[in-house]
Nanobody, 129 residues
Framework: QLQLVESGGGLVQSGGFLRLSCTAS????????IGWFRQAPGKEREAVAC??????????AYANSVYGRAAINIDPAKNTVYLQIPYLEPEDSGIYYC????????????????????WGQGTQVTVSS
């Protein structure tokens, strides 16, 4: 059974750097679309980035809020997905979740949380101004 565990959250100063990890057990990453989401207090959960990884290649996509800043990448040896965001802003605060769903086309798109079926427990990120 696929399980996901996020880590790397904490308190970061504005302008700082964030690197979150999502380690999967029970499945290989190249069979899934992978998404990073975040949820701020009182707001809906929103997509931040996604990645699809196939044996012949893959794709990534980013939400407008982090486009040009964020990077999502995979370490297959560790079965781990990373989300890196530099130049953090208070608006980046929230609980960050990784989520998986069975691979569709190999081309991921920013979409709603309802499209994903397996979720981690989340990790809290707080960016102080």
């Amino acid at each position: 059974q696929l399980q996901l565990v996020e880590s790397g959250g904490g308190l970061v100063q504005s302008g700082g750097f964030l690197r979150l990890s999502c380690t999967a057990s029970g499945a290989e990453l190249n069979n899934y679309d992978i998404g990073w989401f975040r949820q701020a207090p009182g707001k809906e959960r929103e997509a931040v980035a996604c990645k699809s990884e196939t044996r012949s290649g893959g794709s990534t996509a980013y939400a407008n809020s982090v486009y040009g800043r964020a990077a999502i990448n995979i370490d297959p040896a560790k079965n781990t997905v990373y989300l890196q965001i530099p130049y953090l802003e208070p608006e980046d605060s929230g609980i960050y979740y990784c989520a998986f769903r069975p691979l569709l086309s190999g081309r991921c798109v920013i979409t709603t949380p309802q499209a994903y079926t397996v979720w981690g427990q989340g990790t809290q990120v707080t960016v102080s101004s």
